[in-house]
């Protein structure tokens, strides 16, 4: 699986947008880039996912760019709700597409 | 709610027991996963079934064992367990094989072992 690199924390206000950046430079053509966060011991909870094209559902917005290098999660209006580890993963195919799980980075909603 | 069903929720046993944790997937979801997660390990993944059969496994210690039954719940079974085997394992479903099907994560079982 390629390697994705998170920065460990983050800080934003409530009501603003937190994005969250990914980097996966070494991601291939048919992998997909998943984001999942855990609020403290839950379990993991799954956000978005895409392959080439920018997707949005009710929770977030996943931006990817260009040469899918990179990608950012934005959380258009942040909650105290939404303090999480976030993880981006990128998910390659082959006989079992597990998820691997890196360390994440901590995002820190404050009031 | 996720829709994958983790029981028991909470499980204190001694070292060198042997326990039994259950999992009851999504409706319709063939694929089963479980991980570990600890506190200096992060989540790890550790064995995949899709409809009864293994597929994938992980880091999985040979003291453990898992399986899928036809009506597509699984058991992870730990036998001589050790100190070190306190952690939170959470088991996951998707629909299929491919990359384009989410996990989707239940809310885990924590096992202490004293």
């Known amino acids: 699986d390629a390697k994705t690199t998170q920065p460990p924390s983050m800080d934003c206000a409530e009501g603003r947008a937190a994005n969250l950046p990914c980097n996966h430079s070494t991601i291939s053509g048919n992998e997909y880039v998943y984001w999942y966060r855990q609020i403290h011991s839950q379990g993991p909870q799954y956000i978005i996912h895409g392959l080439k094209n920018n997707e949005t559902n009710e929770m977030a917005s996943l931006i990817i760019t260009e040469d899918r290098k990179s990608s950012t999660l934005i959380l258009p209006h942040a909650t105290l709700r939404d303090t999480a580890v976030y993880y981006c993963i990128v998910r390659s195919g082959g006989s079992n597409y597990k998820l691997t799980f890196g360390k994440g980075t901590l995002l820190t909603v404050n009031p | 709610d996720s829709g994958v069903t983790q029981t028991p929720k909470h499980l204190i046993t001694a070292t060198g027991q042997r326990v039994t944790l259950r999992c009851s997937p999504r409706s319709g979801d063939l694929s089963v996963y479980w991980y570990q997660q600890s506190l200096d390990q992060g989540l790890q993944f550790l064995i995949q079934y899709y409809n009864g059969e293994e597929r994938a496994k992980g880091n999985i210690l040979e003291r453990f064992s898992a399986q899928q039954f036809p009506d597509l719940h699984s058991e992870l079974n730990l036998s001589s367990l050790e100190l070190g085997d306190s952690a939170l394992y959470f088991c996951?479903?998707?629909?299929?094989?491919?990359?384009?099907?989410?996990?989707?994560f239940g809310n885990g079982t924590r096992l202490t072992v004293t």
């Open positions: 996951a479903s998707s629909s299929g094989q491919g990359e384009n099907s989410p996990l989707h």
